[in-house]
């Protein structure tokens, strides 16, 4: 694992239902959306048992609609095809990824441990 895929229309429902997964919903002329790139690629080799999925919202359009996602960067973390979790921050830093994607996980084992 460790490696991040590049969704499409056709792809996306596949690439989500099964096991944890963040979707990264961006936009080539988004700047912190390229700016955060590289610390998602970082993310996907720092968690083997995740699977990193980016979207480019602007050409997947109506997912992007179905998604409910109003402006770019939005992760959205799915289990098992359900979103359970999302940040969307027009001025997002690696730090607020990071640590919300650690919270969200850390509330993801929980639940599965009860």
Request: aromatic fraction near 4%; hydrophobic fraction near 45%; proline fraction near 5%.
């Amino acid at each position: 694992m460790g490696e991040v895929v590049e969704a499409t229309r056709e792809t996306f429902k596949d690439l989500i239902a099964e096991g944890v997964v963040l979707v990264d919903v961006w936009g080539q002329e988004c700047a912190p959306c390229l700016a955060l790139n590289p610390h998602v690629k970082k993310i996907a080799e720092e968690h083997p048992d995740l699977s990193v999925v980016k979207l480019k919202g602007p050409k997947a359009r109506r997912i992007s609609i179905e998604l409910k996602v109003m402006g770019m960067p939005c992760f959205i973390l799915f289990k098992d095809g359900q979103e359970v979790d999302r940040l969307a921050l027009s001025q997002m830093t690696p730090t607020q990824l990071r640590t919300w994607l650690h919270g969200a996980l850390d509330a993801l084992s929980t639940a599965d441990a009860e």
